[in-house]
């Protein structure tokens, strides 16, 4: 009987071993898992940072193109405000401004008061 239970013991001592030698494993492996989570953690944050970095980088050129385009478009009207064209008086090339007005203002004026030159 004797010989049985030092077998047993003996077995009960393997297997307690084996159970503490599982048990190192695992902690290590936990131990890796909560290191590579912490680095995923830290990437996260960095990531979040970049994106709101260019995320406000990306609002900045959106104001500027906005800037831009209304710029142009104050442009584009104030262009059409200098260039009018007014069909049925002939258009000279080296004419002044002052001397378009006048003749514009001479027939707007022969017309509504139907005076023939």
Same mark, same amino acid.
């Given at each position: ?18 159970? =503490?030698?599982?048990?190192?494993? $695992?902690?290590? *492996?936990?131990?890796? &898992?909560? +290191?590579?989570?912490?680095? $995923?953690?830290?990437?996260? =944050?960095?990531? *979040?940072?970049? +994106?709101? =970095?260019?995320?406000? @980088? ?5 104001? +500027? $193109? @906005? ?5 142009? @478009?104050?442009?584009?009207? *104030?262009?059409?405000? @200098?260039?009018?064209? $007014?069909? =049925? &008086?002939?258009?000279?090339?080296? *004419?002044? +401004? ?20």
């Amino acid at each position: 009987m004797v010989d049985i239970d030092k077998f047993i013991q003996s077995l009960k001592c393997s297997q307690v071993k084996d159970m =503490g030698d599982r048990q190192a494993v $695992i902690e290590n *492996e936990v131990r890796s &898992i909560k +290191t590579k989570v912490d680095d $995923i953690e830290f990437s996260a =944050g960095v990531m *979040e940072a970049d +994106t709101a =970095g260019l995320f406000l @980088n990306d609002e900045r050129k959106n104001d +500027t $193109i @906005n800037s831009m385009l209304n710029h142009m @478009n104050n442009m584009d009207r *104030e262009m059409r405000r @200098n260039n009018l064209r $007014i069909f =049925g &008086i002939a258009d000279i090339p080296d *004419e002044s +401004t002052d001397e378009t007005k006048a003749k514009v203002i001479s027939d707007v004026l022969n017309k509504a008061f139907d005076i023939d030159d």
